[in-house]
T-cell receptor
Framework: GESVGLHLPTLSVQEGDNSIINCAYS??????FIWYKQESGKGPQFIID?????DKRQGQRVTVLLNKTVKHLSLQIAATQPGDSAVYFC?????????????FGQGTILTVHP | DGGITQSPKYLFRKEGQNVTLSCEQN?????MYWYRQDPGQGLRLIYY???????QKGDIAEGYSVSREKKESFPLTVTSAQKNPTAFYLC???????????????FGSGTRLTVV
């Protein structure tokens, strides 16, 4: 079936390092992707999104890269801080009749050590 | 400030009881969604509604029911037919059929339901 998955379930980094969180997707019809951050006991928060007509998009300290050839999405966090520790989810939308519906990946736990 | 509010934050259910989780938004969003999250797992879609008085089943709708009588409200009832209801429930809303690039969901803070 169609799904969104993550390569690494956990990632541990030192404060100040750059972090890269990966996500693989299998639905070639997906045309919109979002990264969310979820802290313990809270709802997910929007980080950054990207449409399939782009291969890179930058935000504040975050960059999302999209490689449609291999159906791969990544989130890069620059100068990672302890406050970045959370679970990170990628999500995809296939558009069309599923417009507005997001399919979420399993999540990656990011731990930042001071 | 606009936002989406879920209540209660914690809810305990006895075996065989129905319970209703509240979700209210003042963002003027057309679409609303309910997700279930189990420990160490991603979000699974229970029900969604793109417009008032209309809703569709998601991937795990069995044992749940919803209503969408008002644009602002999308309550979820966990019925006694749901055999494993203990989970973290998240409500979300979105503009819906929009062309803006940041139409991603706004999530509530969640309700943790525990069967006792």
């Amino acid at each position: 079936g169609e799904s969104v998955g993550l390569h690494l379930p956990t990632l541990s980094v030192q404060e100040g390092d750059n972090s890269i969180i990966n996500c693989a997707y299998s639905n070639s019809a997906s045309d919109y992707f979002i990264w969310y951050k979820q802290e313990s006991g809270k709802g997910p928060q929007f980080i950054i999104d990207i449409r399939s007509n782009m291969d890179k998009r930058q935000g504040q300290r975050v960059t999302v890269l999209l490689n449609k050839t291999v159906k791969h999405l990544s989130l890069q966090i620059a100068a990672t801080q302890p406050g970045d520790s959370a679970v990170y989810f990628c999500a995809e939308n296939a558009g069309g009749t599923s417009y507005g519906k997001l399919t979420f990946g399993q999540g990656t736990i990011l731990t930042v050590h001071p | 400030d606009g936002g989406i509010t879920q209540s209660p934050k914690y809810l305990f259910r006895k075996e065989g009881q129905n319970v209703t989780l509240s979700c209210e938004q003042n963002l003027n969003h057309d679409a609303m969604y309910w997700y279930r999250q189990d420990p160490g797992q991603g979000l699974r879609l229970i029900y969604y509604s793109q417009i008032v008085n209309d809703f569709q089943k998601g991937d795990i709708a069995e044992g749940y029911s919803v209503s969408r009588e008002k644009k602002e409200s999308f309550p979820l009832t966990v019925t006694s037919a749901q055999k494993n209801p203990t989970a973290f429930y998240l409500c979300a809303s979105s503009i819906g059929r929009a062309l803006r690039t940041d139409y991603g969901y706004t999530f509530g803070s969640g309700t943790r339901l525990t069967v006792v």
